[in-house]
């Protein structure tokens, strides 16, 4: 059994990230706008690569990003492109970003990579 | 060195133009950091649109991230790599962020230009060209300087993106570029 599990916790720049590989289940929580975004998402990158690429149980994430630099985006695009890769493959892969009702940026911003999907990609108001 | 009197005039031109915040000085990650956690205090306490002031964030977080790499990618020293950052408010009560840097002249140039043909843009055009410059590969996109954020910039502005140079000695010019959200 493998506990290959990501545990990051988070700064004023960069998101909490917990990657639980026996749920399959990837969280991304808050703002991402550190200057060297290699240093951040490498692992979450590899953590993804190596998660799709062994076994077939399913793959969730879940966000909670509030404010992504563009360089943030850019990473984030390419984890979006990997779960669409394998859900072409026929993994099963999905996106739900929640996302704070009175900030309509977060919820154009998750729609925007939507567009790029064709997985199962929710997109889901919190009101707390 | 300025006498202690001479503050009052620099904070009656401050008032005056509506500056809630700037900074002149080399610029560092923790520093852009630091000014980021203000501003975002300064916009709570206004009680600002949390979408504009995320849009105002934003502007600052990729102006100022430009500035730094920018200056990393031409191996300026420290005093090479200062940022002049200012956010202020216009008549109609928009909020101005706007960043000048040291750069090389034709790189200014460049910039000047890139920032006219934005301008030409509308909505649509600017985000069918961030996407395109989002699907570029990353060594491409990193030749062309500044080109996501700058998009990422001209999308969240309520009115074209505004910059400047002012040509010094030698092969040097200072760059300033204005966004109105």
Request: charged share 20%.
């Amino acid at each position: 059994m493998t506990t290959d599990n990501l545990s990051i916790p988070g700064t004023q720049s960069a998101p909490d990230i917990e990657a639980d590989w026996s749920t399959g289940q990837l969280v991304m929580k808050g703002d991402s706008y550190p200057e060297n975004t290699f240093e951040l998402f490498g692992p979450v990158i590899s953590w993804v690569d190596r998660f799709l690429t062994s076994g077939d149980q399913p793959l969730t994430l879940v966000l909670q990003l509030i404010y992504l630099n563009t360089s943030s985006i850019k990473a984030m695009m390419d984890i979006f492109d990997m779960l669409e890769a394998a859900h072409a493959g026929g993994r099963t892969v999905s996106v739900t970003w929640y996302y704070d009702s009175r900030n309509e940026r977060v919820a154009e911003l998750a729609e925007e990579f939507k567009e790029d999907c064709t997985f199962p990609f929710a997109i889901l108001p919190r009101t707390d | 060195m300025m006498e202690a009197s001479d503050l009052y005039s620099l904070r009656e031109r401050f008032a005056d133009q509506r500056i809630l915040l700037c900074f002149n000085g080399p610029i560092s990650r923790s520093l852009i950091e630091e000014i980021g956690n203000a501003l975002k205090n300064y916009l709570h306490a206004e009680q600002a649109q949390p979408s504009s002031a995320t849009d105002v964030f934003a502007t600052y977080i990729e102006m100022s991230q430009n500035i730094r790499h920018y200056s990393a990618n031409n191996g300026y020293g420290e005093l090479e790599a200062s940022a002049t950052v200012v956010i202020a408010r216009d008549e109609a009560d928009r909020y101005i962020v706007s960043a000048g840097n040291l750069v090389e002249i034709a790189d200014g140039q460049a910039l000047i230009a890139r920032v006219a043909a934005l301008a030409l843009l509308d909505k649509a055009q600017l985000k069918a060209a961030y996407k395109e410059q989002l699907r570029k590969p990353r060594e491409a996109a990193a030749s062309t300087g500044a080109g996501l954020g700058l998009l990422d910039i001209a999308r969240r502005s309520s009115a074209p993106l505004a910059a400047s140079l002012t040509e010094l000695t030698g092969q040097r010019a200072f760059l300033s570029l204005r966004a109105t959200i």
